[in-house]
């Protein structure tokens, strides 16, 4: 399928995006639309890559800019990678400051090197959609109700419309009425539910905390005007009411949040196994799914903005180049490895042991007295230090962190080079 029109100047051009060949010529069915349900930030990307190369775009979204309970935080990897969100002239908290807090009750706290920008849902979603208008894609709100193949196009249906689509995009996330008609529905164990609270008030601190027997964790994370406050855990193991009252009860107990009054939200993402990554279809003939509804979140800590964007960018890439079959391929190139790194890692980050002690209390007895270890946490908060190559930094630093943390417990002075890391990490 063509995705270039004659005439398209090489300035709209997305980074990163291949020109036509040579003696290119543009298929009858050009002319129609790409077509994007879901308008979350990665429909709204993709939306926005197209719209601005000229290609004629429709986003169709029953709630276009609404929240959701995750933390909302963008990290510096990403902020990197999209100036705009750094740049954006829309309410967000910028955050230095981490508490991590153990199943046993142990804490501590770390000065991030890179700042997170926190943004709500909200805010953040109409942003991005309102980019993506800005650049000229034709934005519904209206509910899609079916997708047909049928005359050689895409016939969608909505509950008040209809339109013909040269391409689809599914961008409406996890639980998709879609899945099972393009690709297959997600397990249980392929799923983590989140709920949370909106809280009003004023922080600029980030506080995770884990729970005993819990694959999932509570956060804390500081918006403008208000904490989004939230838990996550697998589906086949918690259910939403179980995740709630033991978020109610550290609110109140460990947190000194009141939730009374606040608003509850709950929501589904996906935490996929490595199986389900490799075996998964995110496209076809004419068809694609982006973000949640591909499964790309991290399945150890649910992050998923960041990968929700980079495969609206990987998709525009291969729209725009002409090569829409490239689309998996990029993603096996610049995603994949990583999440599945990560899916391989989660068990035994949530239930393993290392040196006697649960891993997340060992890690963060070893972040209170190593300043190797606090470098390596703020470089994961920053997304700048990922899993694939986080052994070989590990088997380079662990002779270091197990040192500096009984020096620390037994109060001998630190050396000139850790205390200089010291202060530049502290």
């Not at 129609?32 to 990307?45: D, N, R, S």
């Not at 939306?47 to 290609?55: D, I, M, P, V």
């Not at 990897?77 to 750094?86: D, G, T």
């Not at 009411?241 to 609110?251: C, V």
Request: with cysteine; charged share 20%; hydrophobic share 40%.
């Amino acid at each position: 399928m063509g995705i270039w029109r004659r005439g398209d100047s090489i300035a709209k051009r997305p980074a990163g995006v291949v020109a036509p060949r040579a003696g290119w010529k543009t298929p009858m069915r050009s002319c129609l639309p790409i077509l994007i349900v879901g308008g979350g930030p990665a429909g709204a990307m993709a939306a926005a890559n197209l719209s601005r190369a000229g290609r004629n775009t429709f986003l169709i979204d029953e709630k276009l800019a609404w929240e959701k309970p995750c933390g909302g935080g963008i990290t510096h990897k990403a902020l990197v990678k999209w100036p705009f969100l750094r740049n954006a002239q829309v309410e967000h908290n910028w955050v230095r400051d981490c508490e991590l807090i153990g199943p046993s009750g142990r804490r501590v706290s770390l000065s991030l090197e890179q700042p997170i920008a926190i943004f709500s849902r909200s805010v953040l979603n109409g942003f991005l959609l309102q980019r993506a208008r800005d650049a000229g894609t034709e934005i519904i709100r209206d509910r899609v109700v079916s997708i047909e193949q049928r005359d050689g196009c895409w016939q969608v249906r909505s509950s008040r419309s209809s339109w013909r689509a040269a391409y689809v995009v599914i961008a409406a996330g996890a639980r998709t009425a879609f899945r099972k008609q393009f690709s297959r529905p997600f397990a249980p164990e392929d799923l983590m539910v989140t709920a949370g609270y909106y809280i009003s008030g004023r922080s600029q601190l980030i506080q995770i905390q884990f729970l005993r027997g819990l694959q999932g964790y509570i956060w804390i994370f500081p918006r403008a005007d208000h904490f989004s406050a939230g838990i996550c855990g697998k589906m086949h193991a918690s259910s939403t009411a179980e995740l709630r009252r033991l978020l109610e009860q550290s609110l109140t107990e460990n947190l000194g949040l009141e939730y009374q009054g606040a608003k509850f939200y709950s929501h589904v993402l996906p935490s996929l196994r490595g199986t389900t990554l490799s075996q998964t279809p995110v496209s076809g003939q004419d068809w694609a799914m982006i973000g949640d509804a591909a499964g790309l979140v991290d399945p150890i800590t649910g992050e998923g903005l960041y990968y929700a964007m980079q495969s609206a960018d990987l998709l525009s890439q291969a729209l725009l180049s002409d090569q829409p079959d490239s689309y998996p391929r990029l993603l096996s190139r610049d995603v994949l490895p990583e999440l599945e790194m990560a899916a391989e890692m989660a068990d035994r980050f949530y239930t393993g042991r290392w040196m006697g002690e649960a891993v997340i209390e060992r890690t963060i007895q070893f972040t209170a007295n190593s300043g190797s270890c606090r470098a390596l946490i703020s470089d994961m908060f920053a997304g700048t230090q990922g899993y694939r190559d986080l052994r070989r930094r590990l088997y380079r630093s662990l002779p270091v962190i197990p040192a500096e943390s009984l020096a620390s417990a037994l109060g001998l002075p630190a050396s000139g080079s850790e205390a200089e890391m010291h202060s530049r990490v502290v």
